[in-house]
């Protein structure tokens, strides 16, 4: 091979200094990285300056000095004017029966697509995946009225139910894409020893697809959780609302007290924020657990 064919092959990121070479592709990642992570902090650091803030001192327009007295008083008076624990407590009701739910029902369709050998299993799985292409919006007429003949508008279950049903396709196409990388000579081993269905889904299956229903888990719990429409539609009950539409009844209700209303912001964003900097990282592995494993 001549010497500019070798010279040619050289990576065209590579530049050789004192004899030593220096990527350039690595510092332009850490810049890129480093302006998507201030642009993602920016705004919670400007909310959490602002809600210890007075009204003179936010609008003053300087945006990131600290404030002059931490105004302690401004999360006092959202967690008791704002009714914070009853919005909080609802939105905990009905994001953990949703998520059970959701994770025993794509848990049990996906082990039956994939484990199964019936001829149908793609079928089901394709009608599934038909369900994420669904509009929540497109719904909400429909199930407004059948909710009413049902009586069961204006209850946690108006809200449960259809949350259940945009969750689970998700959730089925994460689970059944881990599940079908299992090796079917741990199911036919568990078969010989005298095992049956349901003792090879609880004892076999569930254990190993621990990684993805974190993910399912983590996955529903920011969704229903930050979800506005369907609450905001089907309860009309003041003792009934979530925490999502807590807040935007909140800035209604005190819209001249600006730092009160960054306090709730503040006490309404900071459930997901902690479980998604916790729980992150499994998120990722449980996405990609499937593909590494096949």
């Known amino acids: 091979m001549s010497r500019t064919a ?152 108006s809200l449960i139910l259809p949350y259940i049903a945009f969750q689970t396709p998700i959730s089925v196409f994460i689970l059944s894409g881990f599940m079908k990388a299992i090796p079917h000579e741990i199911e036919e081993s568990a078969i010989i020893d005298g095992a049956g269905v349901f003792r090879i889904f609880r004892g076999i299956i569930l254990p190993i697809s621990v990684p993805p229903i974190v993910t399912v888990c983590i996955l529903t719990f920011i969704n229903i959780w930050n979800e506005y429409i369907l609450a905001a539609t089907f309860i009309s009950s003041e003792k009934l609302k979530t925490l999502p539409f807590g807040v935007n009844s909140f800035v209604s209700q005190y819209s001249v007290n600006y730092g009160a209303i960054g306090a709730f912001l503040v006490l309404g964003a900071l459930p997901v924020i902690v479980v998604y900097f916790l729980l992150s990282e499994r998120i990722t592995k449980g996405m990609v657990a499937g593909a590494v494993k096949g």
């Open 6 to 157: 070798i010279t040619a092959t050289k990576p065209a990121a590579t530049v050789r200094t004192g004899g030593s070479r220096f990527s350039v592709a690595k510092p332009l990642i850490y810049i890129v990285l480093g302006i998507l992570l201030v642009t993602q902090l920016y705004p919670l650091l400007w909310l959490f300056l602002y809600s210890f803030k007075t009204n003179d001192e936010i609008l003053s327009g300087s945006f990131f000095s600290l404030p002059s007295v931490w105004q302690i008083e401004n999360y006092s008076a959202a967690i008791e004017s704002g009714n914070y624990w009853r919005y909080l407590g609802n939105s905990l009701f009905v994001t953990s029966i949703t998520m059970a739910s959701v994770i025993v029902l794509a848990a049990l369709a996906a082990f039956a697509i994939t484990r199964f050998r019936w001829k149908y299993g793609q079928l089901v799985l394709l009608l599934f995946l038909l369900g994420m292409m669904i509009p929540l919006q497109s719904t909400l007429l429909p199930l407004m009225i059948i909710f009413k003949n049902m009586d069961i508008l204006n209850t946690h279950l």
